[in-house]
Nanobody, 112 residues
Framework: VQLQAFGGGRVQLGGSLRLSCAAS??????MGWFRQAPGKQRQLVAT???????NFADSVKGRFTISRDNAKNTVYLQMNSLKPEDTAVYYC?????????WGQGTQVTVSS
């Protein structure tokens, strides 16, 4: 199983970024994103089921959207109205019925 994340970068306050994570090697019931800021624990950002059900951290509701292309086994995170506190390394994660997998992180930096 491999998860490859793309799309991080540096933006200014209020900007947008789109992350993508391409998964291979299995069928994933749930896919999602976590983030980890310096000195903090990794935390959930958003998840999406194969049927399109979503879950968001309160801190990103209304600003971030998550979607997936089941045919491509790819999950996307559209991040709008970015704030400096969104600065973190973002990790994709995917769950099968029995196991869970992490992708490599991608850095998102929001400057004021």
């Amino acid at each position: 199983v491999q998860l490859q994340a793309f799309g991080g970068g540096r933006v200014q306050l209020g900007g947008s970024l789109r992350l993508s994570c391409a998964a291979s090697g299995s069928i994933f019931s749930i896919m999602g994103w976590f983030r980890q800021a310096p000195g903090k624990q990794r935390q959930l950002v958003a998840t999406i089921t194969g049927g399109g059900g979503t879950n968001f951290a309160d801190s990103v509701k209304g600003r971030f959207t998550i979607s997936r292309d089941n045919a491509k086994n790819t999950v996307y995170l559209q991040m709008n109205s970015l704030k400096p506190e969104d600065t973190a390394v973002y990790y994709c994660k995917a769950w099968t019925t029995a196991l869970q997998y992490w992708g490599q992180g991608t850095q998102v930096t929001v400057s004021s």
